[in-house]
């Protein structure tokens, strides 16, 4: 059958009209509100045959169609696409994500989530970079009671870690400034998972520091381990997708509810579905094989200082307004990279 440009025409209002209604769409409604000269007997016809080609779909208690999902994917293929690759946008209307120079990343990023959730209205998600795509910017070592002390390593991204740790050997004061010294003068902006102590150009009167200086590229270094299989996933706005009129259904709450609470899943799928710099659209069973036929993501991923990647994601019903979030989505993440690359 011919998927003529009439055709098209009436797909997309069809699903604009959904998206902005949440209710089956008849053919009488459409042709109020098309530009072609067009009986409700002939919509009627072509909805017909759309729906035959797969593009729409019907509830079995309504007349009306409603988009199918092979409908929403020529939408976001041929409609948005051109939007999607320009990346357009404004930041009227959109906040600033207010930080201050005591603030550290995962503050940010959680008030950056809760602040996109409430401009898309759906669920949001951001994962921040990893420490192994980092790099090391400073430490400080500082002594507790005894030989106990505790580390403080910040990276590139302003990420915070702290470890403690005790000592055998006794060291004063003196010789912690003189490590933290040769670390901090030459580890800086070496990714993480490079530094090692055969890196270092230690001075002849410092060779005595050889063990504690191995002993804190470790701990470091344990830092970027403990982190390889778990990104901080911050999420936001559960409560907002389940007050969507198509998720009145207990047993689709049930089913969004698993993939929500599923933390891990949500993370594995946003860095391995988003490409640098590139939007991408997932429609119901693309997003996962069970538990998302109603559901819609759009995701892209994230740089700051030009190597550390991280991950930002939007949840909500297929209904969603794409063109919306792909706009607040490409200005938000311009906004996250000002803010971690802003001097404060």
């Known amino acids: 059958m011919n998927f003529s ?8 209002k069809v699903i604009i ?57 020529f939408y976001v293929d041929n409609v948005i696409s051109e939007r ?40 949001s998600m951001i994962v921040a970079p990893a420490i192994y795509q980092s790099r090391f910017r400073h430490v400080e070592l500082l002594k507790f009671e005894d030989r106990n002390f505790l580390l403080v390593l910040i990276t590139d991204t302003g990420r915070v870690y702290k470890r403690s740790f005790s000592l055998g050997e006794p060291y ?25 102590i055969s890196i270092l150009n230690i001075p002849e009167s410092d060779t005595y520091l050889l063990m504690l200086l191995k002993k804190i590229i470790t701990i470091i270094k344990g830092c970027a381990e403990e982190n390889l299989l778990y990104n901080r ?7 907002v997708v389940l007050q969507q009129p198509e998720f009145l ?54 740089k700051i200082y030009g190597n550390s990647t991280g991950a930002v994601g939007i949840l909500g019903p297929k209904r969603m307004n794409y063109v919306k979030v792909i706009n607040i989505l490409n200005v938000f993440i311009e906004n996250l990279k000002e803010v971690f690359n802003s001097p404060t």
């Not at 946008?89 to 959730?117: A, C, F, H, R, W």
């Not at 004063?172 to 998972?193: A, E, G, M, W, Y």
């Not at 996933?233 to 409560?239: D, K």
């Open 233 to 239: 996933l911050f999420v936001h706005g559960t409560a």
């Open 17 to 73: 009209k959904f998206i902005d209604n949440a209710e089956p769409v008849s053919s009488q409604s459409i042709a109020k509100n098309i530009d072609l000269d067009l009986s409700s007997a002939t919509i009627r016809k072509e909805m017909a045959e759309l729906e035959g080609m797969g593009y729409l779909t019907h509830p079995h208690t309504s007349a009306g169609r409603v988009p199918s999902d092979k409908g929403y994917r």
């Open 249 to 302: 259904d207990l047993k689709k709450i049930g089913s969004i509810l698993r993939v929500i609470e599923n933390e891990y899943l949500l993370m594995k799928l946003l860095l391995e579905l988003s490409e640098d710099d590139e939007l991408i659209i997932k429609i119901g069973p693309e997003i996962f094989n069970k538990g998302t036929d109603d559901l819609s993501l759009v995701a892209s991923k994230y």
């Open 5 to 12: 440009e009439r055709k098209k025409e009436i797909l997309n």
């Open 84 to 123: 999607i690759r320009v990346g357009a946008g404004s930041k009227e209307n959109l906040p600033e994500v207010y930080i201050d120079k005591d603030m550290e990343m995962e503050t940010i990023l959680q008030k950056s989530t809760e602040q996109l959730s409430q401009f898309t209205n759906y669920l």
């Open 172 to 196: 004063n004061t003196l010789d912690f400034q003189r490590v933290t010294n040769i670390l901090n003068s030459q580890l800086r902006n070496k990714n993480i998972v490079d530094i090692d």
